[in-house]
């Protein structure tokens, strides 16, 4: 407070005595023990009033005592327990986060980790049941639980990640890490199937590829067996041999399709030796033989970036095959399933006259080499009022199309089409999938639009460099997934001229144990429209066991999802039902068995001093965990910080101060009244 506001308090503590002098004292002629009180009551009273107006500005200072977190993060996969180090990790953990001197010095903080990251408070909630690990969640979630913060973190683990990206460039390198490697870090001989290259799909009475990766952990030479099987039949086999200086191998095999439908396949790799893990020693991979391949071509009389992107796109399904030819250079139209027509123009004449006949399914792809005079003389669906003038158009998604199920990938973040500025007029029914706009300004016309009249389906992309958006795709995602799923659904929606049915089910016809499997259902009303009021269902059933699992499919942005998670390895049929007309889908899938974390035989031990190295830190064994209690003491790295604050509160915010004045005057009549002075 400042000198003024002490002596504005000093004033009314005078004014306030004076005042009760002069109301209980002066000419009083009795001066007992009441009248003492009633002027004490009468005293405080006017104090507190003369207060409130003042209203001094009162400072509180408090000290917060902020301590260094200190993460201890414990692997809950079933890798550890395979490596028979669960007891002693649970037992590690317990002793780091029950330390009392590490409890006074940090803010512990505890959490488990398997495919995700979760807090935990004490051992029992540790099972060692992960089905995947993921180690670079640790790093993700520990930077933005303590941002802008320096701390240490403690990984029990045993290293071996099998999802995710490499976690030892995920931890921050300012914030070290002490990894505790549990497992036997004794090398034992092992030879493992470490990872199978195969398409999906092949093509009947043709041969398919195989590519194998042998792995193998030992000191000594040794010579081994190597086949791939379909039941009881050997396709391929050979011997292969490994030492301590050949440790790997890569075997590629062609294999016969010789059946239509799914076929399940056994890759083995044995040998002489006494190994401790046999259960990496084989692997099962599925491949569905198909009888008929997806012919397409891509017609164009100008070369273009965007040819070379959409047939990489779209033989990404081995399904597909992508034929890129010239107008005048094309003899054959019927020998294609779909024609994707590239910045059509007068060349295309024959070919527009042909399909009137052939009724082939057709993409028609725009830009500023279009022919729009042309393309208004040879198709009904849209017409086309162009200028000379360039513009450039970016995507809007529009999240109530529902021709087929597609989640929105970053549309709106890609790079803008080139097209002739001008306008663009629907004359059919249309479904717009992207609507186009420049800038900020919605031009109300189709960018990516479907169609499909009198069973003969068709799209149209108007603008071109859509090679841009793969490559936008890459750098969000690393990876072209995302947009390829995008372009090979637009193909799957062409190449059907099926009837449209209320019911459409998406399923792969196999999964590996421990994968992801949903199931995604669209139900559609009479006028083909996206029902959000459909009841769907599903039962399970495992064709040996004959056991029936029910769950009800819930509602996302476009479609109904079932996550089927935890099923056992085996074959399974199921039924999809909407419940309020009775409609129904039924198929089948089968779950490889395949665990993953079983895959190991040893920790990690390089990767983890790796991580240590790189976060300036070091790798601890079980035995040496109190070595590592004692490093994190020591460390002066990390001090506890006394802040101190201080609160400026108002007196007139005091609410206590106004229930003290009117207690005082209240008390004051009450005793003046049952004294008979009022």
Known sequence: MNKITILLIIVSVIIAAILTYFQYFYKAKNKSKLTKFLAFLRFIAIFGILLLFINPIISRKTFETIKTPLAVVIDNSNSIADLKADRVSKEMFEKIISNADLREKFDV????????FQSVTTKEEIDFKGKQTNINEVAKNVKSINKNIIFPTVLISDGNQTLGEDYVFGFDSNNKVYPLI?????TYLDLKVNQINVNKYAFHKNKFPAEVFIQYAGTKNINASFSISQGNNILTKQDVTFSPTKKAQIISVLLPADKVGLQLYTVKIASSENEKNTYNNSKKFAVEIIDQKTEIAIISSILHPDLGALKRSIETNS???????????????NKYNILILYQPNFEFKAIFETNANLKINTWIVTGNDTDYNFLNQNQSALSFKMSGQKEDYLATYNSDFNLFAL????????????????????NENLSVLLSSRIRNVETNAPLLAFGDSKGIRSAYLFGENSWKWRAKSYLDKNSFEEYDVFIDKTIQYLASNDAKKSLIVNHERFYNSGDALEITAQYFNKNY????????????INNKTKQVKKYDLLRTSNAFKVNLDGLEAGQYSFTVKELNSN?????????????????????????????????KGKAYVPNQ??????????NNDYKTIQKAIVKNTPIIDWVWLLILIALALATEW???KYNGLL
């Open 109 to 116: 903080q505890s959490y488990r980790f398997d495919s995700e």
């Open 319 to 333: 399904a597909r095959k992508v034929t890129i030819v010239k107008p005048k250079d094309i003899r054959e139209l």
């Open 670 to 672: 009450f005793v003046r």
């Open 529 to 540: 429209e996206l029902d959000e009021k459909a009841r769907l269902t599903i039962a399970v």
């Open 583 to 615: 409609a129904s889908y039924s198929s089948g899938f089968e779950i490889l068995d395949f665990d993953i974390e079983k895959q190991f035989v040893n920790p990690d031990v390089l990767k983890l001093k790796q991580l240590a190295n790189q976060t």
């Open 625 to 634: 965990v109190d070595e590592l209690i004692k490093v994190l003491l020591d």
């Open 407 to 426: 989640d929105n990938i970053g549309f709106e973040n890609y790079p803008p089409l080139e097209n002739p500025f001008g306008t663009i007029s629907t």
């Open 182 to 186: 549990v497992g036997d870090t004794t």
